[in-house]
T-cell receptor
Framework: KQEVTQIPAALSVPEGENLVLNCSFT??????LQWFRQDPGKGLTSLLL?????REQTSGRLNASLDKSSGRSTLYIAASQPGDSATYLC??????????FGDGTTLTVKP | DAGITQSPRHKVTETGTPVTLRCHQT?????MYWYRQDPGHGLRLIHY???????DKGEVSDGYSVSRSKTEDFLLTLESATSSQTSVYFC?????????????FGPGTRLTVT
């Protein structure tokens, strides 16, 4: 059974700092991996999707990497801002239509 | 944002009553999903659909049924609601490229079973 772990569970940083969020998974036979952002009381917003054949994806200040062999993905956020405060979730898709989500990392960026 | 709506957005119901949640999309995406989100359990897949009238079970399907008679609508039914089904329910869609495509989520339905 696929298990997805996100460490740390919570992170607090001062504005402007660069930071890395981690996602690890136990079964490397994945189709792809997706990073989401969730604001309190809201739905999930897609940030980046990395196909299993890719090593990384970039969008603005965000860069996500994928190492299937080691079962790890990282989300790098450059020059963090208070508006980046949210819970960040990773999801791994392994079988047709099946997905496993991590519990998320709650990020607080202090002004 | 992907064109996904969920209704109702909030519902309070009593134990033992049937409840139907609706997910509607305007994107013509093939795949649709129902998840529940609970503290300490994260997001868990309930059921998904890979086409009209084609559905399959997810991780936590007991007590739930689904139907998809049109591409744009995916219904989740709690046949006889229980307090353990109090949760936030999210619908998601993915797409045109199949299961390897990005998932887009709706705004969620907060269901309370008393």
């Amino acid at each position: 059974k696929q298990e997805v772990t996100q460490i740390p569970a919570a992170l607090s940083v001062p504005e402007g700092e660069n930071l890395v969020l981690n996602c690890s998974f136990t079964d490397s036979a994945i189709y792809n991996l997706q990073w989401f952002r969730q604001d309190p009381g809201k739905g999930l917003t897609s940030l980046l999707l990395i196909q299993s054949s890719q090593r990384e994806q970039t969008s603005g200040r965000l860069n996500a990497s994928l190492d299937k062999s080691s079962g790890r993905s990282t989300l790098y956020i450059a020059a963090s801002q208070p508006g980046d405060s949210a819970t960040y979730l990773c999801a791994v898709y392994t079988n047709a239509g099946k997905s496993t989500f991590g519990d998320g990392t709650t990020l607080t960026v202090k002004p | 944002d992907a064109g996904i709506t969920q209704s109702p957005r909030h519902k309070v119901t009593e134990t033992g009553t049937p409840v139907t949640l609706r997910c509607h999309q305007t994107e013509n995406h093939r795949y649709m999903y129902w998840y529940r989100q609970d503290p300490g359990h994260g997001l868990r897949l309930i059921h998904y659909s890979y086409g009209v009238k084609d559905t399959d079970k997810g991780e936590v399907s007991d007590g739930y049924s689904v139907s998809r008679s049109k591409t744009e609508d995916f219904l989740l039914t709690l046949e006889s609601a229980t307090s353990s089904q109090t949760s936030v329910y999210f619908c998601a869609i993915s797409g045109l490229a199949g299961v390897s495509d990005e998932q887009y989520f709706g705004p969620g339905t907060r269901l309370t079973v008393t």
